[in-house]
């Protein structure tokens, strides 16, 4: 008896500390939703003439048809910026991709598009891209960027005024991310909301702090400060390049700046849940930095204190309503309960800060669950050698490129370029 005591008294101090670790999780996340506010775009006529330095805009695309491809090219080709070029790379589509970008390039010679080249022996498909549209772009700049991202037509001139103005060696924006089906508002504010916690910009953009943060949709970067890294070279077999080479960029004395940016930058990265299942899968395991131990970790974390207490509150609730007893049951229906309404307000200011609707944040337990459920299934895939699918490739399967090992970074000079 007194064991069984002491078991539940143990139970109901983990559920009371998973209450305290949830009020301290809320002051963090809206402390961390005020400080990050968002870049304006420049007024005035600066840097919209022809003495503006070039900026190459790379963007690769592969079987990019039935998305926002014209839209999103010709988005970039609308900006007030005195002097850019776009090269696209035809990423070895096998949908009309190519012939959309050529017919763009017909009405505008600002824009090139390169036939791309399978990627050799050791890399990745994007990076592999990204290496060949620099290799043919001139820029003093050169920006990263996706065939799904949408421009404001002052983003670019605003991001290369910042990056003058205070000398940094890139700058890379968190753009707005549009969500409009059931499974985006259910997921998205939680993959959010964990990068909030895990990489507030605060720390990213600390240069005396090892994080940094790159995204792959909007990423402008030095073109001497690239080169010296040996372009993307550095990250061709990285699945999260952007991160990656965020990483890199500062470990070797870069200035990199990172802004939250909804007004510039907007893309919608899946429309539904196979989408969702299929690039996440793809990334996640490689934003752990391929560590099974913290993957582990994180996945032990999530259904301890995020997942069970909701479904634990709502099993004490159908026995104190079967029972009409108060017992034990009922005194962890408070702090189990308590959990879920944390949750539930949390989310209510991070969907209203992705303008979902705020009554989506009463799925928050279902959002962490998909994501824990697509992190596992991208650590087994990956770890065992099966491999991820996107756009038709297979990455990181047993015979091919391999996940890369350890965190360090020591340039690559002697290795092959790509097109030999």
């Given at each position: 008896m007194a064991f069984e005591l002491n078991a539940w008294t143990v139970l109901l101090g983990v559920a009371w500390g998973c209450v305290l670790l949830w009020l301290v999780a809320a002051a963090v996340s809206l402390c961390a939703l005020r400080r990050q506010q968002p870049l304006e775009a420049l007024a005035g006529e600066r840097l919209k003439g022809t003495d503006a330095p070039l900026v190459s805009i790379l963007v690769p695309a592969r079987n990019e048809e039935h998305r926002v491809l014209e839209r999103a090219v010709r988005s970039m080709l609308a900006q007030d910026y005195g002097s850019l070029e776009i090269i696209a790379v035809n990423d070895r589509?096998?949908?009309?991709?190519?012939?959309?970008?050529?017919?763009i390039a017909l009405d505008d010679a600002r824009l090139r598009v390169v036939e791309g080249a399978e990627p050799p022996a050791g890399w990745l498909g994007k990076p592999h891209a990204l290496q060949q549209a620099?290799?043919?772009?001139?820029g003093e700049w050169v920006l990263a960027t996706d065939a799904d991202m949408i421009f404001a037509p002052r983003a670019l001139r605003t991001v290369v005024a910042l990056a003058l103005e205070r000398r940094y060696d890139a700058v890379t924006l968190l753009p707005h991310i549009i969500c409009l089906s059931f499974w985006e508002r259910v997921f998205m504010p939680a993959f959010g909301w964990f990068m909030l916690m895990v990489l507030p910009l605060e720390r990213a953009n600390n240069p005396r702090r090892p994080e940094a943060l790159g995204v792959g949709g909007f990423f402008l970067i030095r073109r001497a400060a690239l080169e010296r890294v040996g372009g993307y070279r550095a990250v061709q077999s990285e699945v999260v390049e952007d991160l990656r080479m965020a990483e890199i960029l500062k470990e070797t004395g870069a200035s990199i700046r990172a802004e939250y940016a909804p007004a510039l930058a907007a893309t919608r990265m899946q429309t539904n849940l196979p989408e969702i299942w299929e690039g996440f899968?793809?990334?996640?395991?490689?934003?752990?930095?391929?560590?099974?131990?913290?993957?582990?970790?994180g996945i032990l974390a999530v259904l301890l204190f995020s997942i069970a207490p909701p479904f634990v509150a709502l099993a004490c609730a159908l026995l104190l309503l079967a029972t009409g007893r108060a017992d034990f049951w009922s005194q962890l229906l408070v702090p189990t309960f308590l959990v879920w309404l944390l949750q539930v307000c949390i989310f209510a200011f991070v969907n209203r800060a992705w303008s979902i609707p705020a009554r989506y944040a009463l799925t928050v337990p279902l959002g962490h669950a998909l994501f824990i459920a697509i992190l596992t299934n991208s650590a087994l895939r990956i770890l065992y050698g099966s491999g991820v699918t996107w756009k038709g490739r297979k990455l990181y399967e047993r015979a091919g490129v391999r996940p890369p090992r350890g965190r360090g970074w020591t340039p690559t000079p002697d290795l092959p370029s790509d097109d030999e």
């Open positions: 589509s096998t949908d009309a991709t190519g012939p959309i970008l050529r017919s620099l290799k043919a772009s001139r899968t793809k990334n996640l395991f490689g934003g752990a930095k391929f560590s099974a131990l913290q993957t582990f970790a």
